[in-house]
Structures are given as structure tokens and as C-alpha cells.
Nanobody, 124 residues
Framework: QVQLVESGGGLVQAGGSLRLSCAASGRTISSYAMGWFRQAPGKEREFVAGISGSSVITRYQDSVKGRFAISRDNDKNTVYLQMSSLQREDTAVYYC?????????????????WGQGTQVTVSS
């Protein structure tokens, strides 16, 4: 089993930055693809970014390309999401997920483990 704990969320003004962290325990996640998803009030959960086990391949939702960056430190068993130029539309609960596969997927049912989420609120 893999346990995932997100942190780093909070309240930020539009145009600001935040870095989310996802700390894994239970197993090393170096061979897992990792993803970040988010869910805004009244909306379905959506894919934000994903990274392969080797960090070679990343993918992003179009609306965050150029603003968000996913990375991982396998020595620390941690995945990050650096978010810049934040917009009100980025307000959501952000979830970290692990997939027992090399490639990250953009669909949530492909992931095997999930964290509890961290709230990100962007004010204007």
C-alpha cells in the first residue's frame, strides 16, 4: 500500500505562486507514475499534471501549461507541483495520485492510490 499526503495549499492572490508537495510512504514510488488532479466546487475532478517514474515524460492540462510544473524527488519519495501565475479558476482541492505504471494517465480511474487533498484558494 502507498499512502500519500499533500501539503502546501493555502490562500494566495491572483498572480501569485504556491508549491504543493505530495509525500509518499509505505512503498518507494520511484517506479510509479504520479499525477496531480483537482476538483473545484460543483465540478468533476480533472487532471492537472502527470510525471513518469523516471521523470522523463511529463504532461499537463492545457490550461496550466507554462504556469505549472510537476517534478519529483525519488530520494525523498515526494512529488511536487509548482504553480505560478495563479488564477481564480485554479481554486480547487488538489489531489496527488500514484499509478502502478510507467506513464502518467490523464484519467483518474487509472490511478491506484490517492491522497486526501489540499485546498488551494486564489483570490482576486
Amino acid at each position: 500500500q502507498v499512502q500519500l499526503v499533500e501539503s502546501g495549499g493555502g490562500l494566495v492572490q491572483a498572480g501569485g505562486s504556491l508549491r504543493l508537495s505530495c509525500a509518499a510512504s509505505g512503498r518507494t514510488i520511484s517506479s510509479y507514475a504520479m499525477g496531480w488532479f483537482r476538483q473545484a466546487p460543483g465540478k468533476e475532478r480533472e487532471f492537472v499534471a502527470g510525471i513518469s517514474g523516471s521523470s522523463v515524460i511529463t504532461r499537463y492540462q492545457d490550461s496550466v501549461k507554462g504556469r505549472f510544473a510537476i517534478s519529483r524527488d525519488n530520494d525523498k519519495n515526494t512529488v511536487y507541483l509548482q504553480m505560478s501565475s495563479l488564477q481564480r479558476e485554479d481554486t480547487a482541492v488538489y489531489y496527488c495520485a500514484a499509478r502502478q505504471s510507467y506513464l502518467a494517465a490523464a484519467v483518474d480511474f487509472h490511478y491506484d492510490y490517492w491522497g486526501q487533498g489540499t485546498q488551494v484558494t486564489v483570490s482576486s
